[in-house]
């Protein structure tokens, strides 16, 4: 079953503009990833939060979590065509870090230059 | 360091035939895992397992999906017979542990006509 809803499903901007996507999660978890995936390509992992953090920030970055809302957004930060991509956020629930990550369906950004 | 490798790319097959996707890991990864991702949906976690045992295989259609590990390393995921709903990616990530960062292969798109 996946665990996440990802909104919007698909989100397209303007180069320099700030990109937000946001997922929410049905269970308690430990911690929150997201990743992202080009066209043809595999995943790659972008931050990971844990569920005691509120806040994290990578580069252009910057992740939030609410567990009171079981909800996270990701927000990209001048944003460029190379961001162009689909994102995902998974949660890692359960008991302990177990690794069985549950993935959203995903938004798909487009970055026009 | 080398990634996650996985063979073949791609792959047309006709219902009831049998596939096998294979993945190499990256070295000293005890666990590894292997998704399904179907279009336009999040990775889909089939079976993970550590070294070469199964942790989890609890969405894994096993009457006609089956996977292998024998040595630790490396590790084969079997279709037989296959559906036209296998159509899908199949990802392969590799972690250090269970609590790491899990990283992707490439993935192995499979078309059944």
């Known amino acids: 079953s996946q665990q996440g809803e990802e909104d919007p499903q698909a989100l397209s901007i303007q180069e320099g503009e700030n990109a937000t996507m946001n997922c929410s999660y049905k269970?308690?978890?430990?911690?929150l990833q997201w990743y992202r995936q080009n066209s043809g390509r595999g995943l790659v992992h972008l931050i990971l939060?844990?569920?005691?953090?509120r806040e994290k920030h990578s580069g252009r970055l910057r992740v939030t979590l609410d567990t009171s809302k079981k909800s996270s957004s990701l927000l990209i930060t001048a944003s460029r065509a190379a961001d162009t991509a689909s994102y995902f956020c998974?949660?890692?629930?359960?008991?302990?870090?177990?690794?069985?990550?549950?993935f959203g369906q995903g938004t798909t950004l487009q970055v026009k230059p | 360091e080398a990634g996650v490798a996985q063979s073949p790319r791609y792959k047309i097959i006709e219902k009831r035939q049998s596939v096998a996707f294979w993945c190499n890991p990256i070295?000293?990864?005890?666990?590894l895992y292997w998704y399904q991702q179907i279009l336009g949906q999040g990775p889909k976690l089939l079976i993970q397992?550590?070294?070469?045992?199964?942790?989890?295989d609890s969405q894994l259609p096993k009457d006609r999906f089956s996977a292998e590990r024998l040595k630790g390393v490396d590790s084969t995921l079997k279709i037989q017979p296959a559906k036209l709903e296998d159509s899908a990616v199949y990802l392969c990530?590799?972690?250090?542990?269970?609590?790491?960062?899990?990283?992707f292969g490439p993935g192995t798109r499979l078309t059944v006509l």
């Open positions: 070295s000293g990864h005890a666990t």
């Open positions: 998974a949660t890692d629930e359960g008991s302990g870090n177990t690794g069985k990550l549950i």
């Open positions: 269970t308690s978890i430990n911690n």
């Open positions: 397992f550590q070294n070469n045992g199964v942790v989890d």
């Open positions: 990530a590799s972690s250090l542990t269970r609590s790491d960062t899990q990283y």
């Open positions: 939060i844990r569920s005691n953090e």
